[in-house]
């Protein structure tokens, strides 16, 4: 087994190679997260600090994206947000990731009640439209970092359980489990032993994936208003400052959804390239060509 | 005369991992009313050999050679000409009825759709000549049957559709691959008959990993292995004396022969054997066998084999 | 059939007991005393005797039990609650807030299909070539654009710019020219998801058994996609429409934001800012439902246009 799981790997990763979309996604996500752990050094100005001479300056050498309202440099601004896009959505699918594997476990390897109780609530979750829900919770418990991951983890904890409870049901299917069972091995073994690392790969897919979806989230509730508080950068807040001021300084409102986009897009391709190096269905219906 | 004549024929495609010679430099005549078996494993490239008469295969395809019917070369039609030979003069019966059938069809409307396009039937008139086909393969209470979808149907009963289909036009050709795959006895032996009654005024060209089906339908077998052909010779030669270590091996591991499989696997049609595409697997195999490439001789008369024994 | 409906509507029941209870549940996380908060004005400070007059008047003095099931009992009777702002009840504002989304939805959602069932049919059928990698990169860069982002690039370009459009706002009667904007956003956004969806169950179509069938027929290509492939691709559609739907309830919160759409979305976001909160509960059940509700439409209609499952009950 050991053998055989291996062998997938370097076949993954060949796959992977290949992608070019997806090696560019992963080069723009290292990207991001270099200028998130520098963005003091490589920032020009205080993304804090107003300078309200040098208010809605258009882009220029000393302010390459210019400036807002308050004379803030854009470019600064928008190094700095890429500190709560990225930290949002590491945690956010930390957290819900966690949450739904250990539901998805239960579900899926006790079966059952507990089973039913589980996919009754996520299904009843699934009902709600995620950012409607996301909003009423952010809105209800205001503006704030905490709040945010806090109501974006309750909409997105579902996914991961569904995808691990998935999962679990095709590994349970699998003769070593039998046989690990007959062999009289606890079920704690058996689930962190033998079906966790067989089921773990498409939860990394969805995560990759799931990332992009949470930056989006927490991008539309600082746009909203509930994201974090000012005068912390956040791409989202940037932009609906930025509204106000669209016809005389339209670059407020250009970079930062520029970065928005870039940032989402990249964990798209990579999650994209995940799930394709990893689904053999898909790699043999491209070998059939 | 022969109503089919396939002269130098090689059909390769590309693929992720390499190039696929599924079919490679073959010779092979079907004369008017003949019925050709065309015998070999999974995956020697039968099926393409089939699939490439009537032009079915990719665009990414490279098909060379000569494939005459009544005179005119198939390669060279454009594809306007060979949809009217398509379902018209040359029916093919694709293996698989339950992935065959179109599912949101009915089986009716699917047989009747041929008939309208090649004999200018208009809808009734078709559809009238569709139920008429499914009786002609014994369907029974075909007027309703025509009106069901496919997943009505049992596997027989998706089978004889798939005849009635390529019947449907009165075709001179039908190519039929696989017809007995994944059915059980009795349905298999019902399924014979009617390929066999239906197919006594056609040319047929059919293709099958059995060869016991192959027997009682077809008047001449030739054995594929790796693209190649590797025997040819009437029903009666092929069983009663069979050249080919390949075949004779195949003829051994037939149930009533004692079920001895044949040593090995078949190779890809990526990566073919030297020589002999046959001699990794063959008991007789010497240095000759490993690096010389044997061609099709007449051993008897009409009676070919492609083996340096008969050199 | 009617079996399929009848199962599929019991097991609804549960879900639907479970979404009452997240929606009521709600109440739970409003930090501090809803009454207090409701009442303190903006100088600070709110009258104790007011605060206890709320608090019974609606019902909040009560255990939390007796209140969920209180409020249960009224939902089932069609009552949401009543606005602590205007004292209307929510369904009535709900209710006519929701025209202006569907109204906005359907315009978005023809936009939508338009755009992607003929390019997923396209790139599909032409895999590989050069609109079918421009399509599948518009598609690409669609899903990554923030829909607030792309509405306030088409104000800027339409808007401002050419002036062609309004910047914002419902007209009379949700007129067309300011429908135009939020719907092109809505739907192209929402076409991105869908393109990339047709395209791949169309790719699974053709590279079926049945498309050779058909080809071995002699029909021509055009026959061969357009009956054969379509009639088979177009089933999952039904299904993506359950999807777009979804996906332009979310999107109508920040596109009738920025558009200043009256609808259910900009509803939501307005009673958060007043702490609406029989609001903004009303506004998430009601989404809810009306979600459960689509999704139950589309998969009837799923069932009765796939032969298989269709006759499915009477073998």
Redesign the interface.
């Known amino acids: 087994m050991k053998q055989r799981s291996d062998s997938r790997f370097i076949s993954f990763v060949a796959q992977f190679k290949q992608n070019r979309a997806a090696l560019a996604g992963a080069t723009i996500v290292l990207l991001l997260v270099f200028v998130t752990l520098f963005a003091p050094q490589l920032s020009p100005h205080d993304p804090i600090k107003a300078c309200l001479d040098e208010r809605l300056t258009a882009p220029c050498m000393e302010y390459p994206f210019g400036t807002d309202q308050l004379g803030r440099c854009i470019f600064s601004r928008v190094l700095y947000g890429s500190r709560v896009s990225l930290s949002v959505g590491l945690i956010v699918v930390g957290i819900a990731a966690t949450i739904g594997v250990v539901l998805g476990i239960i579900s899926g390897y006790c079966g059952g009640v507990p089973d039913e109780i589980i996919m009754?609530?996520v299904?009843?979750?699934l009902?709600?439209?995620?950012?409607?829900?996301a909003?009423?919770?952010a809105?209800?418990?205001?503006a704030g970092f905490i709040n945010v991951i806090l109501a974006i983890t309750v909409v997105e904890w579902t996914r991961y359980a569904r995808v691990m409870r998935g999962s679990i049901l095709s590994v349970k299917e699998n003769y070593y489990v039998e046989a690990a069972k007959s062999l009289g091995a606890s079920d704690f073994y058996i689930v962190t032993r033998h079906i966790v690392p067989n089921a773990i790969t498409p939860i990394i897919v969805v995560a990759t994936l799931g990332i992009?979806t949470v930056i989006?989230a927490a991008?539309?509730l600082g746009?909203?208003?509930?994201g974090v508080q000012p005068p912390t950068p956040e791409w989202?807040m940037m932009?609906n400052d930025?509204?106000l001021f669209?016809?005389r300084a339209?670059w407020l409102?250009i970079f930062p959804?520029l970065a928005?986009?870039?940032t989402?897009?990249a964990f798209?391709?990579l999650g994209?390239g995940l799930r394709d190096a990893w689904d053999p269905r898909l790699r043999e219906?491209?070998?059939?060509? | 005369m022969s109503l089919l004549s396939i002269t130098q024929l090689k059909v390769h495609f590309p693929t992720q991992d390499g190039i696929v010679k599924a079919v490679n430099t073959i010779d092979l005549e079907i004369a008017n009313n003949e019925r050709l078996g065309l015998i070999g494993e999974t995956g020697c490239g039968k099926t393409v050999l089939g699939m490439s008469i009537i032009r079915l295969l990719p665009p990414s395809t490279t098909i060379e050679g000569e494939i005459r019917y009544k005179g005119n070369d198939l390669l060279k039609l454009t594809e306007k000409e060979i949809r009217k030979i398509r379902g018209k003069e040359i029916a093919m019966i694709l293996q698989n009825p339950t992935t065959s059938l179109n599912p949101v069809l009915k089986v009716g409307d699917q047989i009747a759709e041929a008939i309208k396009l090649h004999q200018g039937l208009d809808r009734r008139a078709a559809k009238a000549k569709a139920v008429e086909m499914l009786e002609a393969v014994k369907i029974p209470d075909a007027t309703k049957r025509a009106n069901e979808y496919p997943h009505q149907f049992s596997g027989g009963m998706k089978e004889r559709a798939m005849i009635a289909m390529g019947l449907a036009c009165d075709p001179a050709m039908i190519i039929a691959d696989e017809p007995t795959k994944g059915l059980d006895v009795t349905v298999k032996k019902q399924i014979v008959k009617l390929m066999k009654e239906v197919t006594t005024q056609k040319t047929m060209l059919f293709i099958t990993h059995d060869l016991g089906v192959a027997a009682e339908i077809c008047d001449n077998i030739t054995v594929m292995y790796a693209g190649e052909l590797m025997e040819y010779a009437n029903t009666e030669a092929i069983f009663k004396n069979p050249m080919h270590p390949y075949t004779q091996g195949f003829l051994n591991s037939l149930p009533s022969m004692g079920l001895k499989a044949i040593k090995g696997m078949s190779p890809s049609l990526i990566d073919l054997p030297s020589g002999c595409r046959f001699h990794p697997r063959c008991d007789f195999a010497d240095a000759k066998c490993r690096t010389e490439h044997p061609e099709l001789i007449e051993v008897e008369k009409s009676h070919y084999a492609r083996c340096f024994q008969y050199a | 059939m009617l079996k399929y409906i009848i199962k599929r509507l019991i097991l609804l029941i549960p879900i639907l007991f479970l979404v009452t209870l997240i929606s009521f549940s709600l109440l739970f996380i409003i930090p501090g005393d809803p009454a207090e908060t409701i009442l303190t004005g903006p100088g600070g400070g709110a009258d104790p005797k007011a605060v206890e007059e709320f608090r019974i008047k609606m019902g909040l003095d009560k255990p939390i039990y007796i209140q969920y099931f209180t409020w249960l009992e009224s939902i089932l009777h069609g009552n949401l609650g009543y606005s602590y702002q205007s004292k209307r009840p929510v369904i009535d504002t709900i209710l006519s807030r929701f025209h202006a989304t569907l109204k906005l939805a359907i315009v978005s959602m023809i936009i939508s299909l338009m755009i992607s069932i003929p390019l997923g049919i396209i790139s599909a059928i032409k895999q590989y070539s050069a609109i079918d990698n421009v399509s599948m990169a518009g598609a690409l860069l669609g899903v990554s654009m923030p829909n607030f982002w792309q509405g306030l690039l088409l104000i800027l370009l339409f808007a401002v710019t050419l002036g062609w459009l309004p910047v914002a706002g419902y007209g009379d009667h949700g007129d067309l020219e300011h429908m135009i904007l939020p719907a092109i956003t809505l739907g192209t956004s929402s076409a991105a998801i869908t393109t990339r969806l047709m395209r791949s169950t169309m790719l699974e179509t053709i590279n079926q058994d049945y498309i050779q069938a058909a080809r071995a027929k002699g029909l021509s290509e055009r026959v061969v996609i357009g009956k054969h492939a379509l009639k088979n691709a177009l089933i999952p559609v039904v299904t993506m429409i359950g999807l777009n739907f979804a996906y332009l309830l979310d999107g109508s919160v920040v596109v009738e934001t920025i558009f200043a759409w009256p609808g259910i979305g900009l509803l939501m976001v307005e009673s958060i800012y007043l702490r609406d909160y029989p609001m903004i509960q009303g506004c998430i059940l009601f989404v809810a439902i009306i979600f459960i509700f689509v999704n139950l439409m589309v998969d009837i209609l799923y069932t009765y246009l796939d032969p298989r499952i269709r006759y499915e009950t009477k073998e």
């Open positions: 009754r609530l299904d009843a979750m009902a709600f439209p995620s950012l409607f829900l909003l009423a919770i809105g209800i418990l205001g992009a989006l991008a539309s746009f909203l208003g509930f989202g932009l930025g509204r669209m016809r339209p409102m959804g928005i986009m870039i989402i897009l798209n391709l994209d219906r491209r070998r059939e060509r």
